[in-house]
């Protein structure tokens, strides 16, 4: 019984140690939480640091998720939809209002307004399967209606894929294992341990991209290969029945990708590699087509896998006219790039079986795509560089799963509302910044010229001013909206300038900036009402600021709604914490605005007292003194 004892207490005590020093780690507030979602209250906050959860680098920037808060009891008729995914999910390059989700939002809202639709994107850059799965458990918790997902771009170099720099395993049930090992403190403590004797990288990487890439080249076929087509495998089996369990129907889409404009990544310079290319080229660049397809087909006898032949031949059919011909080319070019940033075919072929054997309904957003290009092959018509869809491509991106939603009986028909305007939440000042960030990430690996991208001008120049300070100079997103339309306004472009301020609306109908700079257009244009219903929103939301008061009283007394106007500025001048945010003009201006409230009131003694102290402080203030005539 001793012994017992004695050998039971050898076991247990270092387990003890280990509870209490991860328990002291954790009171005296060392190391990082990684919940998806922090409660505050009656709401769910998206947490900041969760993505850190899957990256090993720390030279690296790592992705953000799309700041949202969500309650945490869902309102009467509020269908919850989450979307799940990579950088194309999250909306790369764009910001908050250019994204799959955010249109099909905005679809949803148009066509059924009579339901609440909360489409929430838990899209993530860099990210895989690996990823997605660790995060289906804890989403059970927002009590989702449908779950959309739109992933497998990043299987070989996403954060925990093979080829990645932040590869911990090649068994997909380790690497779940190893994430949850991550949440405990004592595991922080042996990472930052180990990480003082690590090697530094000589040269930070200067894109995500460029930082996740461990393996240069990935044959097709090879060990690493096939071994990530099974975990992708693997986990998207998993999170199916995650939701599958808890009867949350998911709407799975296939990949789609630019074959036209975009080169293989992953070949050698051909000048060196490629027999012949010299003189290819120059057939080509003559037009001298059939005699440049003999020689390339003669290398694919050879060496079939050869990427940049088949893309070379793709060119040379799409030249021809040969368009089914260029097609099947461009795909091979794709499916057997060295450095597969593009979801070869496969992905998508196990996409297709999944949806079948779980009984999921399945989004075609390649055919999609593919109808929508011309000749049915996918290019620069919308896309921006490899992966990622320019502003046309994300609408039809969503355009794909509402259309889906429709098929799969998740939204009555018959109920449909005609929309009153289109869903462009969005102005050429997203659209300049997501191709500055595409720019700059084009001249880095892996493109290294191989990407075939004009970006835009807009008028006025100002635009791609305010777009640069945003990308490089820290200007936030909703500041250089409104910089861009304070600047239009001042040019007499006020349709342009209310578009700014409508952008930063439709993603937050309480931001106050946003409300009063609408009603600032209006007011301008003559539009007292809408004016006024603004000025009004804006107070509502930030109820302490004096001077939206004033702005609302101004528009309550043109659009005709004196007392009310009245009313509002004695709430400002007999509150003297309100009054004290207000300067000697703008005092004085509230003093004349309820002049003229009274005069409208037909009370002109009272009047008359407001204008004398408008002229004690400003003498010649010329519309008081020519009211205070009127009124003698």
Avoid at 515 to 529: A, P, R, S, W
Wanted: with cysteine; proline share 5%; glycine share 4%.
């Amino acid at each position: 019984m001793k012994r017992f004892i004695f050998y039971t207490t050898l076991l247990i005590l270092p387990l003890l140690i280990l509870i209490s020093v991860e328990s002291l780690l954790r009171v005296s507030g060392f190391g990082t939480s990684y919940p998806l979602l922090i409660r505050k209250g009656n709401f769910y906050y998206l947490n900041t640091e969760y993505p850190k959860k899957f990256f090993s680098q720390s030279d690296i920037a790592v992705p953000e998720l799309v700041p949202q808060k969500i309650p945490v009891a869902k309102a009467p008729n509020t269908v919850r939809i989450l979307c799940l995914g990579g950088s194309t999910t999250a909306g790369f390059p764009f910001e908050v209002n250019i994204n799959f989700p955010r249109f099909l939002q905005c679809y949803l809202k148009r066509a059924l307004p009579f339901k609440q639709w909360e489409v929430i994107n838990l899209g993530i850059s860099a990210i895989n399967s690996h990823t997605v799965r660790n995060m289906a458990p804890e989403l059970l918790k927002l009590n989702p209606d449908i779950i959309l997902i739109y992933m497998g771009h990043n299987e070989f170099y996403g954060a925990l894929g093979l080829a990645s720099n932040s590869f911990l395993g090649s068994n997909p049930e380790m690497v779940q294992w190893m994430l949850k090992l991550r949440e405990l403190r004592l595991y922080q403590v042996l990472e930052k341990f180990i990480g003082l004797f690590s090697k530094k990288a000589e040269k930070p990487s200067s894109t995500l991209m460029e930082a996740m890439i461990k393996k240069n080249t990935i044959l097709p076929g090879s060990s690493i290969y096939r071994k990530t087509m099974n975990n992708f495998r693997t986990n998207l089996s998993e999170i199916l029945n995650t939701f599958n369990k808890n009867d949350i129907p998911v709407l799975l889409s296939t990949l789609t990708s630019n074959l036209k404009d975009q080169e293989p990544l992953g070949y050698t310079d051909p000048e060196t590699s490629f027999p012949d290319y010299k003189k290819v080229r120059q057939l080509i660049n003559k037009k001298q087509y059939r005699q440049a397809l003999t020689i390339l087909s003669t290398l694919l006898q050879s060496d079939s896998t050869n990427s940049f032949a088949h893309f070379l031949s793709g060119q040379i059919y799409y030249e021809l006219q040969d368009y089914e011909a260029a097609k099947s080319h461009f795909v091979l070019a794709r499916d057997y790039d060295l450095i597969p940033f593009r979801a070869p075919s496969e992905i998508n072929t196990i996409i297709c079986d999944l949806a079948r054997l779980n009984n999921v309904f399945l989004v075609r957003s390649d055919s999609l795509f593919d109808l929508r290009s011309p000749h049915s092959i996918t290019d620069n018509t919308l896309f921006l560089e490899h992966l990622h869809p320019n502003e046309k491509g994300y609408q039809l991106l969503a355009q794909g799963f509402f259309e889906s939603m429709v098929r799969s009986h998740f939204i009555d028909t018959t109920k449909f509302v005609k929309p009153e305007r289109s869903c462009q939440n969005y102005t050429n000042l997203d659209i300049a910044i997501g191709e500055l960030k595409i720019e700059d990430l084009l001249k880095h690996a892996p493109f290294n010229g191989r990407t075939r991208f004009t970006p835009r001008r807009f008028e006025p120049p100002i635009i791609h001013r305010i777009a640069f300070k945003h990308v490089f100079g820290g200007l936030l997103w909703d500041a250089a909206h409104f910089e861009v339309g304070d600047s239009l306004l001042k040019m007499g472009l006020s349709e342009p300038a209310l578009n700014e301020f409508l952008a930063v609306y439709d993603y937050d109908h309480t931001h106050p900036t946003a409300l009063y700079k609408i009603g600032d257009v209006y007011l301008k244009t003559k539009q007292f009402t809408k004016a006024a219903y603004f000025y009004q929103q804006a107070v509502k939301a930030n109820p302490k600021a004096a001077f939206l008061k004033a702005k609302f009283a101004r528009a309550l007394i043109v659009s005709g709604n004196v007392q009310s106007a009245v009313d509002v500025i004695n709430k400002v001048i007999n509150n003297p914490e309100q009054k004290r945010q207000l300067n000697k003009r703008q005092l004085s201006e509230l003093d004349y605005l309820m002049a003229v409230a009274l005069v409208q009131k037909g009370e002109k003694k009272q009047a008359i007292r407001f204008l004398d102290k408008v002229l004690r402080v400003y003498p010649n203030h010329r519309r008081a003194l020519s009211l205070k005539m009127q009124i003698k």
